[in-house]
């Protein structure tokens, strides 16, 4: 392929009630691969891959989450700056599919960009027994204001496609990527105590 | 005057060339030789070229301007250069836009009124020569405003030292476009100038079919006295169109005459200099230094210039000459009024926050810039030691590392920095009251104790209470504006809670934005960088003393850092955490090492106490006392965990809690109790266990009915809560859930630095490796805890608590479990072991080697507060001192910045509101949107903040003008019954006043506006001659008034006019400073019988400054 100029960089967040297939379907996306034993993520995963949409080179750095409730202190402070977002869940879990309002709310709070573009991805559609039916989930998404699609990273249905979507979106979002890269932007929420949770000191 | 005359012959020579028709000329350029063409052939050229190139060959007339359009609409220019042998020109086409968007419709309808033949269109020339629509145009290109025209050309000299200065020189010129204009068929005026630039001289020509224009003008420095009016103008305007005739008809006029008024007598400038002694004098209120001034220092509106204008009359109907007047401006029929604003009215707050920007350019850092200054550290020694020895008796052992590189200043953290006598920049009882003010906590001044510690610190304490409420009643005072005005307060408030969201910078009444507020008013008043340096030196200190002795920082808001602030105030954020950390760990000596021990709080709110509260107090008054203290203090903190899960709990203390109770008599027991019973339970035997020291012994009696099905290895330790009907795999025992340890708070620049080194481990299967190994620090601290609550207890019980949704439980076919703390499991009603369903792990947590499996098995059961702190509050808080210390007196400005404009903001939208600005919310919303842009962006840019700085400044001499022409209007000198009810109007004059250029006044003289400014030239005109006589002589005006107003009834019905004036000895209003006149007659030229042609003159009379510009048009076909 030609040299051609990346555009931007694009931070991209993956989350979601833990064991809905985040990791699976990142790695679906970035590697085209699925492992059926795919080690819990702890804290925060961590991917790059390009992707040209309607012509526009971007790079994508893909942060992908834990799910667990304990992690949560953790997580978030990486959802600064980023300008997408893929909130998963498994069709095949009711449970899963109700959480999403409060996934949405900690975005809400720890996202700094507020037209970030939030897509919605019923995963596992591969599995018998859904709990979760389509039409769920587009009322979601509708309400929302999100991108909805139902994907499998078991059998590569939509993951691509998902990605895409959203990159286009973002990219036709203007004043929401031309900025990116070195600035610190922070959330314009000043006031409220606390709204920047800390994490983890690891090193 | 200087005389154009010789231009007739000139053209003589040229225009029968262009007279003739095309035939004639094609004959002519027949044999024209390319070889030999001239320079003056080609200039011609080239102006055609120009010309076909804007397509205006051919050119199609205009419409007439409409009434005012001059002013209202917009003009275009387009330039060239040309160049006439090694002279270069720009070549300029001015005109006016949007004329042609007229409808088509009308212009037809028009165009047939005036056309007088079928191919032979009014020229737009002729039309604009007698347009009274536009007469003297508030804004417009100055040969618009001489000749009335709405396109024309410039030929302009390029350098200013060229120029054309010989009248040849000029006819050459004048000719060759002529020649250019007629080949085009373009009958567009074309202006050439002469001499200097700044004499704004032209001469100029224009070709219509059947005619040629002469553009006339001279250009003195003072008329001779018999032309200075109308009569003489009239004669110079008659005489030079040759009309001798008897029929001459009358001559129509347009004349308006600028008054200005320089002195308000009757409202000076009320800016008051802010008074910036009070600081350093007399009793200190805080008030004082976060003190901004405002406004402008000298009056920002320097002139009001009144326009009378007397549209259109006839000649016969006024007479102006040397000795009498019938143009008094209080009958003129039309006012206009137009400020004359003062270049830089030198405004307080933007030179205020200027000069701390400046600082920004000074590369010194805060040590280099004390050095000058400093005493030599051996020179002061004895004294020095007598300080440092009480101390040492007073103080608890200071630092447990200092940082080295901190230097010998910072080492003794509680001690002044020592200056030479009477060099300190900031004076001992200045710098008290700073501290003070950005301390209220601190009630004893520094500079009385060496010994500072007991008394102090004591007061430190009692004053954290005082302070939250003081900084609430003082932020609140701040917002206070003028009562009457209840929604203009609501609005001004809501525009604060905007700018306080919008702006990263700190909360107002903070510690970071009183520190801004005090560095930026030591900066202006006291010694500048010098000072700034010290203060900042000083605020290191008090941060290094507050750390080491254990005070939380007031003026900080307790909990994470908050990303929504500027920097500088996350660092104080995050310091403030460490301190809390340090209370905490060492308050509650169990004997262990402060490194070992650590406390935690699963619910930060629940911690914010201040040292003042009786809890705490409790605390402290049993932290002497041995044992008994932590255990209290555990025992409660459980009870405030538990207090979430049992609705009514109570914060009481259970004796019982020694008794004997089995699982069944606690799960017998109502929900609430069971919860807080438990608790107590557990932690008193956590209690028993740390007394025993035992890490593997038999449970003690506490604990006795439990039945441990499996071996114990320890006891349990470090419980939280346990999880409702959720119990072991292997024992059936009650699974706690444990007390973990607290996330490190972070400031955005660590967060900023650890992603990016997370991101650096790339995208491997290793790099994920290392990432997850990295992160597991707080998996595997859960871990050890959750084994130090629940002994015995293996992996799967770990995750149905942590990770509820890898634990299958058989039977169900998917990872739904809904066996977690929702309680919602089917086994809810069932106890024991026995009858507990099994289940299994999901598939991803079986995988051998997997990085779960590991960290449980390399996690030991440790209760989170012996394990190694995840959070080094040692460290960080290093951390932070060293970077406040590193930080040079440039750097800490910018850091500020953000805090500063935010007050500055503050303070010009309060004095705005307080003036009654119009339109506030039109200029304060983007400058809160460009601020809270400039306040986001990192690192800080120093340009983008005088940008700012300077946009505030606009802001802020807008308002100074709100303030100045309203006081001037309102003033009480000038209210009169005849005012009443007119406020509105006044009002909306003013307005109009501020944000337009020349503002008609709504009946002349007549309407309130029209009176006001009247009592003003009277005020002037009488200070200006010293009359102290205020009665009214109306004996004079009177007299003298009625044949006056005789001949002026038919243009005007100012009848009131008289009342209003009160005349004495003096006239009400000054000599004019500037006249117009235009003067426009249909006259026949050059001869009789020649046709009638449109001629116009204008004349204005200005100090320093006389012009007549005539065009004068005369008929080629009947010469």
């Not at chain 2, 306080?500 to 960088?529: E, I």
């Not at chain 2, 807008?958 to 209007?969: C, D, E, H, I, M």
């Amino acid at each position: 392929m030609e040299e051609q100029e990346i555009l931007t960089t694009l931070k991209i967040l993956i989350i979601g009630e833990s064991g809905v297939g985040k990791s699976s379907l990142l790695l679906r996306f970035t590697e085209d691969t699925f492992d059926p034993e795919q080690a819990a993520t702890i804290g925060v995963d961590f991917k790059v891959k390009t992707l040209t949409v309607d012509g526009n080179k971007t790079k994508l750095a893909i942060w992908d989450t834990a799910g667990q409730e304990r992690f949560r202190t953790l997580t978030p402070s990486y959802y600064r700056g980023a300008q997408g977002v893929i909130l998963v869940y498994d069709v095949c879990s009711k449970q899963s599919f109700n959480k999403l309002d409060a996934w949405l709310n900690e975005l809400e709070t720890f996202s700094t960009k507020h037209d970030m573009v939030k897509m919605l991805v019923g995963n596992k559609i591969d599995r018998p027994n859904h709990e979760v039916t389509k039409d769920e989930g587009l009322k979601f998404a509708r309400k929302h204001h999100m991108l909805f699609i139902e994907a499998s990273a078991k059998t590569n249905d939509g993951v691509q496609c998902a990605f895409e979507e959203l990159v286009e979106k973002i990219i036709q979002t203007p004043g929401l990527w031309e900025t990116s890269g070195k600035n610190l932007t922070l959330g314009s929420k000043g006031g409220e105590p606390g709204a920047g949770q800390g994490c983890y000191c690891v090193v | 005057m200087s005389s154009m005359e010789g231009g007739d012959r000139d053209k003589k020579l040229v225009s029968p060339k262009i007279s003739s028709n095309v035939d004639d000329e094609a004959d002519v350029f027949e044999i024209t030789d390319f070889t030999t063409a001239s320079d003056w052939e080609c200039f011609i050229a080239r102006l055609e070229e120009i010309l076909h190139e804007w397509k205006l060959v051919n050119h199609e007339p205009r419409e007439p301007a409409l009434k005012d359009q001059y002013a209202s609409g917009t003009w275009a220019e387009r330039t060239e250069e040309v160049v006439f042998v090694d002279f270069r020109f720009h070549f300029s086409y001015l005109y006016l836009k949007g004329n042609d968007e007229v409808t088509p419709k009308s212009t037809n309808s028009k165009r047939e009124d005036v056309e007088e033949s079928d191919d032979h269109k009014t020229p737009t020339v002729f039309f604009d020569l007698m347009n009274l629509e536009n007469d003297f145009p508030m804004r417009a290109h100055y040969l618009c405003r001489w000749y009335g025209l709405q396109e024309f050309f410039t030929l302009m000299p390029v350098s200013e030292k060229q120029y054309i200065d010989s009248e040849s020189r000029a006819k050459l010129l004048l000719s060759s476009s002529s020649i250019a204009f007629a080949n085009c068929n373009c009958s567009i005026p074309v202006f050439i100038q002469l001499h200097q630039k700044w004499r704004k001289l032209f001469t100029g020509t224009c070709l219509v079919p059947g005619a040629s224009i002469e553009f006339e003008m001279s250009h003195l420095r003072k008329f001779p006295p018999q032309f200075c009016h109308l009569a003489g103008l009239l004669d110079v305007f008659k005489s030079k169109l040759g009309c001798v005739y008897i029929s001459m008809p009358p001559v129509s006029v347009s004349v308006r005459f600028t008054y200005i008024l320089k002195d308000w007598f009757h409202s000076a400038w009320p800016q008051m200099p802010p008074d910036f002694s009070s600081i350093s004098d007399g009793e200190v209120g805080y008030g004082d230094l976060d003190f901004l001034p405002f406004g402008a220092c000298t009056d920002p509106i320097s002139e009001l210039h009144l326009s009378c204008t007397w549209p259109c009359l006839s000649e016969d109907m006024i007479v102006e000459n040397s000795l009498y007047s019938d143009l008094d401006p209080l009958q003129a029929p039309q006012w206009n009024v137009k400020l004359q604003m003062t270049d830089d009215p030198q405004c307080l707050l933007g030179e205020f926050l200027k000069d701390f920007l400046k600082l920004c350019d000074r590369i010194e850092s805060t040590d280099e810039v004390l050095k000058k200054v400093l005493v030599d550290t051996d020179g002061d020694k004895h004294s020095a030691e007598i300080t440092h020895a009480l101390q040492k008796l007073t103080e608890p052992v200071p630092a447990l590392s200092s940082l080295p590189s901190l230097g010998n200043v910072v080492s003794s953290a509680s001690s002044r920095i020592k200056f030479k006598p009477n060099e300190a920049p900031i004076p001992d009882i200045l710098m008290d009251r700073i501290l003070l003010y950005l301390f209220p906590d601190a009630k004893i001044p520094r500079s009385q104790s060496g010994l500072k510690s007991p008394s102090s610190k004591s007061a430190r304490k009692e004053s954290n209470v005082s302070l939250t409420s003081g900084s609430l009643t003082s932020s609140v005072s701040e917002h206070t504006i003028d009562e009457d005005k209840k929604a203009e307060t609501e609005k001004i408030s809501d525009i604060l809670t905007d700018l306080s969201k919008q702006l990263k910078s700190a909360p107002v009444d903070s510690l970071t934005h009183r520190l801004s507020l005090a560095l930026c008013n030591v900066n202006h008043n006291f010694g500048g960088l010098l000072g700034v340096a010290h203060l900042w030196q000083e605020f290191i200190l008090e941060m290094r003393f507050r750390w080491e002795n254990k005070h939380l920082i007031c003026g900080i808001e307790k909990g994470t850092p908050n990303m929504g602030s500027c920097l500088l105030h996350q660092k104080l954020q995050m310091l403030n955490c460490c301190i809390e950390c340090k209370i905490k760990r060492e308050s509650a000596g169990y004997g262990y090492g402060p490194d070992s021990q650590n406390i935690h709080n699963q619910l930060p709110e629940s911690d914010v106490v201040d040292a003042s509260s009786p809890k705490a107090m409790k605390r402290l008054s049993k932290a002497a006392s041995s044992l008994g203290y932590s255990d209290d203090d555990e025992e409660e903190e459980e009870f405030f965990e538990c207090d979430d899960d049992d609705e009514a709990g109570p914060e009481t203390k259970v004796d019982d809690a020694t008794n004997v109770k089995d699982d069944d008599s606690v799960e017998g027991r109502a929900e609430n109790a069971f919860s807080s019973d438990s608790s107590s339970l557990s932690c008193k035997s956590d209690v028993n266990d740390k007394r025993k020291e035992l890490k593997n012994t038999s449970r003690n009696s506490s604990m006795s009915s439990s039945i441990f099905h499996d071996s114990l290895s320890h006891r349990p330790e470090g419980r939280m809560v346990p999880m409702k009907n959720v119990y072991l795999l292997n024992s059936g025992e009650q699974l706690y859930i444990p007390i973990t340890q607290e996330p490190s708070p972070m400031t955005e620049d660590m967060l900023e630095e650890q992603a990016e080194v997370l991101a650096k481990l790339g995208t491997s299967a290793e790099g994920s490796q290392i990432r997850a190994r990295m992160q597991s620090a707080c998996l595997v601290s859960d871990m050890e805890s959750f084994k130090a609550a629940n002994p015995g207890c293996i992996l799967e019980d770990f995750v149905r608590w942590y990770s509820p949704r890898d634990y299958v439980v058989e039977g169900e076919t998917n990872l739904d479990n809904e066996n977690d703390l929702d309680g919602e499991s089917p086994e809810a009603d069932q106890k024991g072991p026995n009858v507990f369903k099994r289940g299994h792990l999901s598939q991803r947590m079986q995988i051998p080697g997997n990085m779960w499996v590991e960290a449980w098995q390399s996690a030991r059961a440790v209760p989170a507060r012996r394990q190694k702190r995840l959070f080094d509050d040692t460290k960080e808080a290093e951390k932070v001192l060293h970077y406040l210390a590193s930080m040079k007196p440039a750097e800490v400005v910018l850091h500020l910045m953000p805090c500063v404009v935010h007050a500055a903001v503050a303070k010009l939208v309060e004095e705005a509101a307080q003036a009654s600005v119009p339109n506030l919310k039109n200029i304060v919303e983007p400058l809160i949107a460009r601020a809270a842009k400039v306040t986001r962006n990192f690192p800080f840019d120093k340009k983008k903040y005088s940008e700012l700085l300077r946009l505030i400044e606009i802001a802020e001499v807008f308002t100074a003008r709100t303030v100045s022409l309203r006081s001037k209007f309102t003033s009480d000198h000038l209210t009169s019954p005849e005012q009443e009810g007119k406020e509105t109007e006044i009002e909306n004059f003013v307005t109009a006043l501020l944000n337009l250029g020349e503002v008609l006044v709504k009946g002349g003289a007549c309407g309130p506006a029209g009176a006001i400014i009247h009592k003003m030239f009277i005020a002037s005109q009488r200070a200006n001659n010293m009359i102290l006589d205020d009665e009214d002589n109306e004996e004079d005006s009177v007299s003298g008034k009625p044949n006056q107003e005789s001949k002026k009834n038919s243009m005007q019905t100012l009848q009131a006019s008289s009342e209003i004036r009160s005349s004495s000895s003096c006239s009400d209003f000054p000599a004019a400073s500037t006249r117009e006149y235009i003067l426009r007659a249909m006259v026949p030229r050059p001869a009789p019988y020649s046709k009638v042609l449109p001629q116009r003159m204008y004349c204005i009379l200005a100090d320093g400054e006389s012009r007549l510009a005539g065009a004068f048009i005369s008929d080629t076909t009947f010469q």
